[in-house]
């Protein structure tokens, strides 16, 4: 699969995200109150891991730091929602794996039931 980049929402000409679930900042001029000016290269962020196993990334806007998951941020960039669900689903149960291949919206439930269907068919199929 190519990868493919998109601005982030509120963070055009500052920020990507690729359908692979990569970030990037983009190469920008900053000037500082006082008149000087330095440039800030682009570069591939590293996320962090968020308590509950997702990668996270804080993105940062006027002195300002927001932190966002990855997961969603590919979802908002790549995936139609027309029905305006609220949650991101992993299909594969990595939380670490945002491939925009490996997500879909969803409702909590549907999200709910995709884990517990899955799960219940996995460990019947294992061998002992």
Do not use: C
Not at 65 to 91: C, G, S
Not at 107 to 112: A, F, I, L, Q, V
Request: charged share 30%; hydrophobic share 30%.
């Amino acid at each position: 699969m190519k990868e493919i980049w998109k601005h982030i929402d509120r963070y055009h000409g500052k920020y990507q995200i690729s359908s692979l679930g990569r970030i990037r900042s983009l190469t920008r001029e900053v000037t500082y109150k006082d008149g000087r000016k330095h440039i800030y290269r682009g570069q591939i962020l590293k996320p962090s891991i968020s308590w509950d196993g997702y990668k996270k990334i804080a993105l940062f806007n006027k002195g300002h730091a927001k932190t966002f998951y990855v997961h969603r941020l590919v979802a908002k960039a790549f995936i139609i929602n027309p029905e305006n669900k609220k949650t991101v689903n992993h299909k594969n149960f990595i939380k670490t794996d945002n491939n925009v291949l490996n997500l879909e919206w969803a409702t909590h439930k549907e999200n709910s039931q995709h884990y517990f269907l899955n799960k219940q068919y996995n460990e019947s199929t294992k061998q002992d």
